[in-house]
């Protein structure tokens, strides 16, 4: 039931919001960032309509850590499908993101990650990668912030895989600062059952912010283990909250 609840607010808002999404894909034309900022809101609407009946209960801590003022790339790890669904909800700054290719495909979705800034990404192509990357660092001098998962790939281990330091690129060349991001339980809602949607706690944390031309020089030559150890040791303290 909470699967057929949860796909029928997302067909629900499709139907209901595509004359919404081609008149914001007009605005863009003539004004990005204000459809941009009304689509964002919309589109965080909808995943919490969709994740309530889901049976997810979310637990989001440290957006205090988040600056106001100046766009971020968020790094976080990546556990399930729904990892960015679920920290796109919590960002407060406008934020696009970065997901695999095949997402393009899927019907009237792709409509709405256009419309909210999302980067497709072809891992198996590293020159598409790199234009990802500088399409990444655009977005930033731009204004907006930047989601993406360091990993490349889900991991379902306790610690995440090894953080790629080409996808910290944004920050270091444009000076913005990291927010590491630590996701639980991402996968028991989905992966671990699918096709099905079970009840569980999600734990979304954000950590302080990283200025990588503050870290040692060593350091910024290899930023994703750095990063990496920061999210870890947040990973560390949520088994007691989703217990």
């Not at 234009?131 to 977005?139: E, G, M, P, T």
Request: hydrophobic share 45%.
């Amino acid at each position: 039931m909470r699967t057929i609840a949860a796909v029928f607010v997302i067909s629900l808002f499709f139907i209901l919001f595509f004359p919404v999404c081609l008149l914001l894909l007009l605005l863009r034309k003539f004004n990005r960032k204000l459809a941009s900022r009304i689509s964002q809101k919309i589109v965080q609407g909808a995943f919490k309509a969709a994740m309530w009946p889901g049976g997810m209960k979310r637990i989001v801590l440290g957006t205090e850590n988040i600056p106001k003022d100046t766009p971020v790339l968020y790094a976080a790890n990546h556990r399930g499908l729904l990892d960015a669904a679920i920290g796109y909800i919590a960002v407060p700054n406008l934020t696009g993101f970065v997901a695999k290719k095949e997402i393009r495909k899927v019907p009237f979705l792709n409509l709405w990650m256009y419309n909210v800034n999302c980067l497709f990404l072809d891992r198996s192509d590293i020159k598409a990668g790199l234009k990802v990357i500088l399409s990444c660092i655009d977005y930033i001098k731009e204004g907006y912030s930047i989601f993406i998962a360091p990993e490349g790939t889900r991991s379902h281990e306790k610690d995440p895989l090894p953080f790629k330091d080409g996808s910290l690129k944004p920050a270091q060349k444009t000076g913005c600062p990291i927010i590491p991001v630590a996701i639980t339980g991402t996968d028991d809602l989905f992966e671990n059952h699918k096709p099905w949607l079970r009840k569980t706690k999600v734990v979304l944390e954000f950590g302080k912010p990283i200025y990588l031309n503050e870290l040692d020089p060593e350091i910024q030559k290899h930023p994703g283990a750095y990063v990496r150890e920061k999210v870890i040791e947040m990973l560390a303290g949520h088994d007691a909250l989703v217990k």
